[in-house]
């Protein structure tokens, strides 16, 4: 089974528009975390935003934000009032089992996002 | 700091030839991964190390593929021989603690592309 499901492989928004980027994820440890990554036509992978398992609050950092759903076991990204630069790929990863440095990373297939004048 | 460094960026190769892939981790981190990307397949982890001692390489595709770390600023990735089908962008990523808090996000380098004619 896949761990880390992303079903869009491709997403059109308008500029200054929201989008959501789906991922779904699969495991049996309690403690884990997750993340997505940008991919510009470039190539570099670019950290985005992090939740952990036992976080409360959903994670935000600037125009992004993660909706994270446990019990759907779903960790969306929203990107708000999006910019032509932000057309890229983007990946959702997961780190089964504590925080430290054994960064273990699962990438799901990615989302190929165009954003549109 | 300036980051993971790749080297080569590019490297064009005919069928059977060795290929060598270099990473220097940021310095000070003690765990060092190897992933490849592929359209088919999509990002994959190859190898992993710890303290230069590798880990985990169950990603390793292959015989033809040896990963090593002599010292803790300096891993390779060596493919011999190549065939077509390792045509991929290879990146070697260390992981970051942030805030005193280690989640465990990596930071990747810039990548090796790869072409095996």
């Given at each position: 089974a896949q761990k880390i499901t992303q079903t869009q492989p491709g997403m059109f928004v308008q500029e200054k528009e929201a989008v959501t980027l789906d991922c779904t994820y699969d495991t049996s440890d309690p403690s884990y975390g997750l993340f997505w990554y940008k991919q510009p036509s470039s190539g570099e992978m670019i950290f985005l935003i992090y939740q952990g398992s036992y976080d409360q609050q959903n994670a935000t950092e600037g125009r992004y934000s993660l909706n994270f759903q446990k019990a759907r076991k779903s960790a969306n990204l929203v990107i708000s009032a999006s910019q032509l630069g932000d057309s890229a790929m983007y990946f959702c990863a997961m780190r089964e089992g504590g925080g430290g440095t054994a960064s273990k990373l699962t990438f799901g297939t990615g989302t190929r996002l165009q954003v549109t004048l | 700091d300036a980051g993971v460094i790749q080297s080569p960026r590019h490297e064009v190769t005919e069928m059977g030839q060795e290929v060598t892939l270099r990473c220097k981790p940021i310095s000070g981190h003690d765990y060092l991964f190897w992933y490849r990307q592929t359209m088919m397949r999509g990002l994959e982890l190859l190898i992993y190390f710890n303290n230069n001692v590798p880990i985990d390489d169950s990603g390793m595709p292959e015989d033809r593929f040896s990963a090593k770390m002599p010292n803790a600023s300096f891993s390779t990735?060596?493919?011999?021989?190549?065939?077509?089908?390792?045509?991929?962008?290879?990146?070697?990523?260390?992981?970051?603690?942030?805030?005193?808090?280690?989640?465990?996000?990596?930071?990747?380098?810039?990548?090796?592309?790869?072409t095996v004619l």
């Amino acid at each position: 089974a896949q761990k880390i499901t992303q079903t869009q492989p491709g997403m059109f928004v308008q500029e200054k528009e929201a989008v959501t980027l789906d991922c779904t994820y699969d495991t049996s440890d309690p403690s884990y975390g997750l993340f997505w990554y940008k991919q510009p036509s470039s190539g570099e992978m670019i950290f985005l935003i992090y939740q952990g398992s036992y976080d409360q609050q959903n994670a935000t950092e600037g125009r992004y934000s993660l909706n994270f759903q446990k019990a759907r076991k779903s960790a969306n990204l929203v990107i708000s009032a999006s910019q032509l630069g932000d057309s890229a790929m983007y990946f959702c990863a997961m780190r089964e089992g504590g925080g430290g440095t054994a960064s273990k990373l699962t990438f799901g297939t990615g989302t190929r996002l165009q954003v549109t004048l | 700091d300036a980051g993971v460094i790749q080297s080569p960026r590019h490297e064009v190769t005919e069928m059977g030839q060795e290929v060598t892939l270099r990473c220097k981790p940021i310095s000070g981190h003690d765990y060092l991964f190897w992933y490849r990307q592929t359209m088919m397949r999509g990002l994959e982890l190859l190898i992993y190390f710890n303290n230069n001692v590798p880990i985990d390489d169950s990603g390793m595709p292959e015989d033809r593929f040896s990963a090593k770390m002599p010292n803790a600023s300096f891993s390779t990735l060596k493919i011999q021989p190549s065939e077509p089908r390792d045509s991929a962008v290879y990146f070697c990523a260390t992981p970051q603690v942030t805030s005193g808090r280690a989640r465990g996000e990596l930071f990747f380098g810039e990548g090796s592309r790869l072409t095996v004619l």
